[in-house]
C-alpha cells in the first residue's frame, strides 16, 4: 500500500496528512490517543528564540463554522523545544516539520539554524503570516520583497529544505508565492489564518483579550482552495495545503486545488482521531474516484485533461 | 475517549437549567469528580466542542449525567436532544478534584456558584461514601435558577444563598459561610472567577481547591488556549483543560 | 418608536437593515413574503449599462456555513431599471440605494449619472469589488488610486450621495478606505465577497462554471467585523456594514464594530423574512442591553468608556 | 409560505432513497405537482434550503410526501431525522405540470429518470382524477435503486427501465418508449438533462413538458443563480426557481 508515499524537499511521507501547525502542541497531547507513527509528518508549534507566554486569555472564539485564536506563539522556547520535545518525539517514526517564528529576522535566522540540526526536523516551516504577533509577523508575511529576503536569509543557515507559510491576507497571492519561490523557498504552505474579530453581545468588548485573531476551521476552506488553485499553476516548488480540513474528502479537493501534501488543524479539537481517521479513508476513497495513486489528484482541476478520466454517476 | 453516547434522559431542572443523563461505555472511565467532557452538540454547526463537568457518575447502570446551562448556540441546540437521540461525547478530560484530600472523619466544605454546582454533586456522593462529612453552599443568582438543593441535602448541611435573596440567604456563599461561621477541613469549590478569588483569599492558611473556566479549543492540552499563569513566573504556566481544571489556591493565578 | 432611525449621507431610514445587493433582486420576489415598506431601505442589484446575462451555471456552490456565487453581474441594464424597476418600487415607502456596476470608468460614470436621477434613488453604492466580472472590476477594487479616481468621476455626475463598497481581498483595507474618503465618497458599505472556490470530488471540475465565485455568509461574519473595526476608525464618514448577519445579535456586534447600518444578504435565501424579522426584533434587544437609541452601539467595541455603561448578567 | 412542519412519516424506499411525510397548514396552499419546497435541514449548516419536488398532496389528512436521495450533506442530515421533529419548509415554490394541458379523454405519457420521479406521481393522480388516461415509464440506474413501481401501476400502464438492466428493461427510459412505440396526447417530463433532450428532440410534434433542475440560491426568484437562456437571444432568460422548475419543449435551452 504506497499509494499515499509521497516525496516532497526533505520529506518522504508514508502518506500526505499531518496536523498543522499549533493545532497539534509538540505531539504529547495527541499521543495519548494514538500512535503518532501512522502520521504523515507532524507540524510542531511555532517555536521562538526565546519561551513565550503569548497573549491573554480569551484567546480562542468560535465563529460560524469556525474559531479565532490568539495564542500570541506561546512555546518553551528554542532550547526546550530541542532538549525536550524533539527527543520525545524522535520516539516516533514521523518526520517533523519545525514551524519557525520570531519578531525581526535575526530571531527567525537563529532558531532555522539550529533546530534544523535536530535529527528528526525534516523541514523548517516559515511562519512568516501569524496575526497575533504584533511586531514584524504581520509584515513579514505581506510585502513580497521582505518576506523573500527573509526566506534567503533562511535559506543560507538552514540544513534542511525550507518550506515557507503564506498569509491570505493579502490582495495578491500569487506575487507573494513567486517572491518566496524565486528566493529559493523548496514549498509553500498555505493558507495561514484569516484576520478576523467577534465583539460580545453584552459586554461590546471584543471576545478575544487580544482583540483581532486568525480565522481557521472549515468556514475558510473556499478561500483556502482558490488560493491553492491560483499559485500551484503560478510556481513550480510543491504546495503543502490546509485550511478548514475535515474528511479524506476535503483532502482530495485539496490535491485538486493543486497541494501535494496536506495539515489538518482545527478539526483536531474537534475530533483528536480525524487525521488517522482520514488516513485510513484515503484508498477507499482513491479506489472510489479510480486513481491508484493519490499524486495524480495534484493540480487536476487546473492541468489539461484533468477531467476526462473519471466518468462517476 | 470518544463516544456516541445516548440520551437517557433529559430534563428542564430550572430555568435554562437542563440535567442530561447519557449511557454508553465511556461511563465506565469516569471516575474523578470535577473532570469534564467534551461534547460535540450538533454534526456540523456548531464547530467546537462544549466542556461540561460531570454531575454524577453511576458506573453500575452505564450513565453518568451532566447539568447545563441552556444559553449559546450551542447548549440552546442541545436543550433540543430527545432521549434516543446520540452525542458525540469526549473524555473525561482533566484532573479533577482531589477526593484523597479529606480524610474519613474530616469535614468538606463544598463551595458552588451557579453553574459551578454540579461537579460538587459527584464529589459529596464520593465523600459521603469514603466516611468524609460534607457541609454545602450553593449560590445563585435568583430563585428560579435554583436546582439540586434536595439532592445535596440528602448528603449533609446544605445552605442555599441568591444575589437577590428570593431564595435562601440573601447574598454570595461568603456571606452564608460567614454568618453561619462554617467550619471544616479541606474546601472545595467550583463557580464564577470572583468567587473562587475571595474564597482563595478568605482562607489562606487552609486546603482549599478550585475548579476553574476558561475558554478552549482542544480541551486536551494541544493548542494552548486556556491557560493561566502560575505566581511569580512570566512565562510558567498551567493548562485549565489538561493540566486543570482543578487546582490547588495558590497554584495558578486566579 | 424612533429609536432606530438612522441620518446617513442621503438617507432617513426609518431603521438601519437593508437587504443587500444582489440579494434581493429589485424587490418584488420578496414583496411576496412581506410589505418592502418595513425595510430601512433596499439595495438594488447591480446595474450595468447594457442588460448582462451573467455567468454560466453552475452559478451557486454551498459552503460550512456560506456560499460562493458567481452570477456575473446579470441584470436588465440601465433604461429597463428606470423604466421598469424603480417605478416599479416607488409604490413602497422605501428608500433606493443603487448599486452601479461596470467594466470600464465611463460605464460607472454613465450608470451613475442616470439612475441618481431616479426620484426614489436615494443614494449610489459603487460595486468596484465585484470578483465575478473579469474585466476591470477587481482592479477597480484593489487598487486605492483607481478606487479614489472612479470616486471622483462617480460624484461629480451624481445627484444623490455615493457610497463606495469595499471589497475584503486587500492587503490593507484601511489604506483603501480612506483614499476613497479623500476622494469624496459619502459613506462606505463592507464587505463585498471574498474570492474563493470549490471543487467537485466526483469531476474534480471547478463546481462554479466561472471557477472562483464570491464567499458570502456567516462564515465571513468575523472578517467583516474586523474589516468595519479597523477602517471605521480610520475614517469618519459612515459605514453601512454587511458579511453573515443573520440576526438581531449580529446587527448589534456590527453596530459595535463601528457600523450606522446594515444590509442583510445571503440570509434572504435562508429566510426571506429574515429582515423584518430582525427589525421586529432589535427594540427588545436594545432594551436588553440598555440602549435607548441604536446609534450610541456605533464604534462601542473601540470608543472609549464603550464598556462601562451595560453591566450584564 | 414557512412553516415548521412535523414529521409524522420518514421511511427508505431504496438504496438511499426516502420517503417522507411532512403535516402541516402550509399542505393548503399546494396544488401543482412539479411544484417544489425548499427545506432548512438543520439549524446553523447546511445553510442553504434544499428543494425537493412535491411527490404526494394529502389536503384532508393534512400531508404532503416528498422523495429524496440521501447524497450530500444535507439529504444525508435530512435521512437522519424521525417522526416527530419538525422541519423548516418554505413553498409551494415554482409552477408545476399543466395537468389542464390534458384533456379527460386523451393519454398522458408520464416519463421519470431516477429521483426525477416523484414530482410525477401527484401529477399521475391528478390526471386519473380528471379523467386523463396514464402511462408512466420510470428509468433508473440499478435495481437497487427501484421506487414506486407498484404505487404507479395504480394509475395505469407502469414500464420500468434500468441502465444496467438489472430491472426490467435494459436502458433508458427512451428505449422503452421506443420499443413499445407507446402512444400519448401530452408528454411530462422530470430527471437529467440528457434524458429531457433526448425527449425534446424526439418528439419536436408534440405538446412536452419538461422540469429542471438548477442550483439555487434563494428559491424565490431574487438570486439569479438558476437562469437558463431563452432561444435566440443573448440576454433573455427564465429562472428554474420561479419560472419553472416545469417548462414547455422549446421555451428555454436545455
Ligand atoms: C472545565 C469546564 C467545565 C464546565 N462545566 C459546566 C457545567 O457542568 N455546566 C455548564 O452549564 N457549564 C459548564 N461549563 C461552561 C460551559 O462550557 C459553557 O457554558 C458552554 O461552553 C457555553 O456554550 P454555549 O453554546 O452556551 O455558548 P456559546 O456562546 O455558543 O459558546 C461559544 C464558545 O465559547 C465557549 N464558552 C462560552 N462560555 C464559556 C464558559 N463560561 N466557559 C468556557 N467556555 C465558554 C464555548 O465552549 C464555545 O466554544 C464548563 C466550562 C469548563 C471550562
Ligand atoms: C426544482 C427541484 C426539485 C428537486 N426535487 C428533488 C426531489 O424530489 N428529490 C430529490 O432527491 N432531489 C430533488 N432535487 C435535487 C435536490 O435538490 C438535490 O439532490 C439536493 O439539493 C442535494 O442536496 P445534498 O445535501 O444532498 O447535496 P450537497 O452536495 O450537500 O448540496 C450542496 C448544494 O448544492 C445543491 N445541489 C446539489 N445537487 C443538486 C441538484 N441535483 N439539483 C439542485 N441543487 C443541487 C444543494 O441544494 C446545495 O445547495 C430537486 C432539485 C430541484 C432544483
Ligand atoms: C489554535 C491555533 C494555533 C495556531 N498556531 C500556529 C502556529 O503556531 N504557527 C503557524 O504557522 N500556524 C498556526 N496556526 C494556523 C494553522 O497551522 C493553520 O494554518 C490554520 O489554522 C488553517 O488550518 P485549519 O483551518 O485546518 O485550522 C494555528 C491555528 C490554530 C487554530
Ligand atoms: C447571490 C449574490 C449576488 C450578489 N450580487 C451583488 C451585486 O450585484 N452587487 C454587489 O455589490 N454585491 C453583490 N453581492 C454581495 C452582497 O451584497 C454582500 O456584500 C455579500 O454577500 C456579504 O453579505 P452576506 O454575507 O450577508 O451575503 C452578492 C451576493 C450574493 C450572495
Ligand atoms: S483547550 Fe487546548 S490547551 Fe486547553
Ligand atoms: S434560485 Fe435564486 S433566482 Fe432562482
Redesign the interface.
Known sequence: MNRLVVQLPGLSLKNPVMPAS????FG???A??YDLSVLGAIMI?ATTLE????NP?????????????A?GL?N??LEKVMEEELPWLAQYDVPIIANVAGSTMEDYVEVAKHISKAPNVHALELNISCPNVKKGGIAFG?VPEVAAELTKLVKEVSEVPVYVKLSP????IVEMAKAIEEAGADGLTMINT??????D??????ILAN??GG?S???????A??MI?EVSQAVSIPIIGMG?IQSA?DV??FF??GASAVAVG?A??????VCPNIIAELPALLDE?GFAHISE?TG??WKKG??TI?C?? | ??EQMTIVRHEQLAKQIYELTLSGSLVQTMNEPGQFVHV?VAE??????RPLSLCDINKEAGECTMIYRAEG?GTTLLAKKRPGETIDV?GPLGNGFPVEAAKAGQRALLVGGGIGVPPLYELAKQFVNSGVSVTTVLGFQTKEVVFYEQKFLTYGETYVATVDGSYGTKGFVTDVINERALSFDVLYACGPKPMLKALEQQFPQKEVYLSLE????????????????VPNS??A?KKVC?DGPVFKAGEVVL
Chains 1, 3 share one sequence.
Open positions: 499549533g493545532c497539534f502542541g504529547r497531547e495527541y495519548k490517543f508549534k519561551a513565550r507566554f503569548g486569555t480569551p484567546r480562542v472564539a468560535e465563529t460560524p463554522s469556525g474559531m479565532l485564536n495564542i506561546q518553551p522556547g505581506t491576507n493579502v490582495t495578491n484569516l484576520l478576523g474579530m467577534r465583539i453581545i453584552k459586554t461590546a468588548e471584543p482583540r483581532t480565522l476551521g472549515p468556514a475558510i476552506k473556499p478561500i482552495i482558490r488553485y478548514g474528502e482530495i479537493e485538486y486545488a482545527t483536531n479539537f474537534v475530533d483528536p482521531f474516484l489528484c487536476r482541476s484533468g477531467s473519471y462517476g454517476a | 475517549m470518544k460535540k456540523y454547526a456548531p464547530l467546537l466542542r448556540a469526549l476558561e475558554r478552549m479549543g482542544c480541551g486536551v492540552g494541544a493548542c494552548f488556549a486556556c491557560v493561566c499563569h512570566e512565562t504556566y489538561s
